[in-house]
Each structure stands twice: as structure tokens, then as C-alpha cells.
């Protein structure tokens, strides 16, 4: 099973500021089948990134999704208010599928 | 719109059974995978299996085989997860999502709490 590990935890920032979030994987991702989720509280998770580093309808193009094989980055260029929300990374490149434990980008 | 719209909150003691579902809304529903994610404080998030609306082919993780049925009625686009057997353990949130791989549109999760 594919362990992945998030970090920083959790980061603290303003809004205009840029979050760099990482999630890094045990062994490397099959065919780069990567995911980046946002929940915020008491919603369901919703789909940003797929493929490393493509977006998902509707996702505004602030956030970014980069990376391969084991090391992947999420990178939002500037904070919204509504940004703030706990951040997850999914692979599905290999089963089971597994996700991180997260990464919350708290106010400062 | 593509909606999933789950069932609601429940209740149950340990050794309870209890079948929860999932109707997909605003699509074709037999021809996308649909997946069971649960979500614990503990734990964070962990994928149950997925199953394929179209032919019922259904895929376990290795923790839920054998702890849960996944099952499909197509007659009306709803997807079950069931327990036999209820542990204290089970207590989590639990959505549907679509998708066998990443997840493009989820339910809005159900509740499920056991306990004596």
C-alpha cells in the first residue's frame, strides 16, 4: 500500500498569500495518478486537481498542481477567503487507493 | 446537474445491521464507477470500493473485504453500502463519490454512529 505523507501542518496565512503544500508518497505513482481534494468544514470533499497537474471543472486557475513519480505540489498563487479548508492528496495509480492525511491552511 | 444524494444520519448498536444508499442524479448512472469513502477523526480518509452501476463489477480494499456489501440497483441509480454486523469501529462519516479513480462529484456524506 502506497503511504502518503502531507506537509507543512498546518500552514498559517494570510489572504493574497501564496500556499505551497506537499504530499509525497512512499513509492512512486503509477502514471503520475494523483489527486488534490479541498474540505472545507462539514462539506463533502471536493475534486481540485487530477493527473498531477490537471484542473478540475470549475476549479479557478489559482490553484496548481504539480509533480511526479513520488514528490507532488499543490500551489495556490493567492489565498481567498473561501481557500481556507483542509487540503487532501489522493493516488489511485495503484490499489488501494490511498489519501493523505491532509494539510490545513489556517488564518495568521 | 450531477448530483449523488445520500441517505441520512442513523443510529445503530454494535451487531446492528444497516444498509445505507447513494441516487445519482443528472447523469447517465450505469456508466460511471461510484466508490465509498470514509472519513474518521482518527483515520482521515479511506477508500471502501468501488462498484460499476453497468455490470455490478465490484472492487473491495483489502480492509473492507468481508466487512461490507457494495451493491447497485439500477432500476433507480442508487448505490448501497451494508453492514451485517455493526462494530463500535464502523462510526464515521461515509460518502459516495463518482469515479473509480479520482473522485469528480461526491454525496453529501451520512453519518453513521454505533454504539451501545
Known amino acids: 500500500e502506497i503511504v502518503l505523507t502531507q506537509s507543512p501542518g498546518p500552514l498559517s496565512l494570510s489572504p493574497g498569500e501564496r500556499a505551497t503544500l506537499s504530499c509525497r508518497a512512499s513509492?512512486?505513482?503509477?502514471?503520475?495518478?494523483l489527486a488534490w481534494y479541498q474540505q472545507r468544514p462539514g462539506q463533502a470533499p471536493r475534486l481540485l486537481i487530477y493527473?498531477?497537474?490537471s484542473r478540475a471543472t470549475g476549479i479557478p486557475d489559482r490553484f496548481t498542481g504539480s509533480g511526479s513519480g513520488t514528490d507532488f505540489t499543490l500551489t495556490i498563487s493567492r489565498l481567498e477567503p473561501e481557500d481556507f479548508a483542509v487540503y487532501y492528496c489522493?493516488?489511485?495509480?495503484?490499489?488501494?487507493?490511498?489519501f493523505g492525511p491532509g494539510t490545513r491552511v489556517e488564518f495568521k | 446537474e450531477v448530483q449523488l444524494v445520500q441517505s441520512g444520519a442513523e443510529v445503530r448498536k454494535p451487531g446492528e445491521s444497516l444498509k445505507i444508499s447513494c441516487k445519482g442524479f443528472?447523469?447517465?448512472?450505469?456508466?460511471?464507477?461510484i466508490g465509498w469513502v470514509r472519513q474518521t477523526p482518527g483515520k482521515g480518509l479511506e477508500w471502501m470500493g468501488n462498484?460499476?452501476?453497468?455490470?455490478?463489477?465490484?472492487r473491495y480494499s483489502p480492509s473492507s473485504q468481508g466487512q461490507v456489501t457494495i451493491s447497485v440497483d439500477r432500476s433507480t441509480d442508487t448505490a448501497y453500502l451494508q453492514w451485517s454486523s455493526l462494530k463500535a469501529s464502523d462510526s464515521a462519516i461515509y460518502y459516495c463519490?463518482?469515479?473509480?479513480?479520482?473522485?469528480?462529484?461526491w454525496g453529501q456524506g451520512t453519518l453513521v454512529t454505533v454504539s451501545a
Open positions: 513509492q512512486s505513482v503509477t502514471s503520475d495518478y
Open positions: 443528472g447523469y447517465i448512472f450505469a456508466s460511471y464507477w
Open positions: 493527473s498531477a497537474s
Open positions: 489522493q493516488q489511485y495509480g495503484s490499489s488501494p487507493q490511498t
Open positions: 462498484i460499476y452501476p453497468g455490470d455490478s463489477d465490484t
Open positions: 463519490a463518482r469515479g473509480r479513480g479520482y473522485r469528480d462529484y
